[in-house]
Each structure stands twice: as structure tokens, then as C-alpha cells.
């Protein structure tokens, strides 16, 4: 079992930055693919960034050059470096864990929001 708890999430303004962080408690927290969501009111929830076991990384094409997904497998936490933040990265960020790919999740956490606004 691994349970996922996110923090970092507020309020910024467009071309701002934050870090979201995602910690993990359980076992086997290094075996696991990590990832990061979004979804903003009245739309599909987005996958937004990938790491895997052996930190091979993935973006969404919206993010690309702007946020960094990288994990501490230490400290059981995985993270989300979003720079040059815009009001359409407004959304509710959820941390993923994953034994078998992303089409279904094995853990989800319960969301932090983030507000890109002046």
C-alpha cells in the first residue's frame, strides 16, 4: 500500500514558479513509476509529467521547457518544478504512482491546487 500526499500548491503570478512535492509512505516507493496530473474545472484531467523507476522522464508538449518531474528515492518524494508559470497551468495537481503504465494508476493523492493569476 502507498499512500501519496501532496503540498507546494497557491497562489502565483503568470511567470512565477513553484515546486510541488508528492510524498510517499509505504514500501517499495523507488519501484514505482511516479507522475503528476492537472485537471482545471470542466476539463479532462491531463498527465503533465512522467519519471520512471530509473528517473527516465516524460512531458506533456504544454510544459515541455518548463517543468522539471525528479524523485528522491531517500526521502520517499517525488517533485514538480514549474517555472514560467501561465493562467492556463490554473488546475488541481495530482501526484500518480504506477507498477504497470499509465492507463490506470495504482495510487493517487489527494490534490493541491495551484492558481496561476495576477
Known amino acids: 500500500q502507498v499512500q501519496l500526499v501532496e503540498s507546494g500548491g497557491g497562489l502565483v503570478q503568470p511567470g512565477g514558479s513553484l515546486r510541488l512535492s508528492c510524498a510517499a509512505s509505504?514500501?517499495?516507493?523507488?519501484?514505482?513509476?511516479m507522475g503528476w496530473y492537472r485537471q482545471a474545472p470542466g476539463k479532462q484531467r491531463e498527465l503533465v509529467a512522467t519519471?520512471?523507476?530509473?528517473?527516465?522522464?516524460n512531458y506533456a508538449d504544454s510544459v515541455k521547457g518548463r517543468f522539471t518531474i525528479s524523485r528522491d528515492n531517500a526521502k520517499n518524494t517525488v517533485y514538480l518544478q514549474m517555472n514560467s508559470l501561465k493562467p492556463e497551468d490554473t488546475a488541481v495537481y495530482y501526484c500518480?504512482?504506477?507498477?504497470?503504465?499509465?492507463?490506470?494508476?495504482?495510487?493517487w493523492g489527494q490534490g493541491t491546487q495551484v492558481t496561476v493569476s495576477y
Open positions: 519519471i520512471s523507476s530509473v528517473r527516465s522522464t
Open positions: 509505504g514500501s517499495f516507493f523507488s519501484i514505482y513509476a
Open positions: 500518480a504512482a504506477a507498477r504497470a503504465g499509465w492507463g490506470s494508476p495504482d495510487y
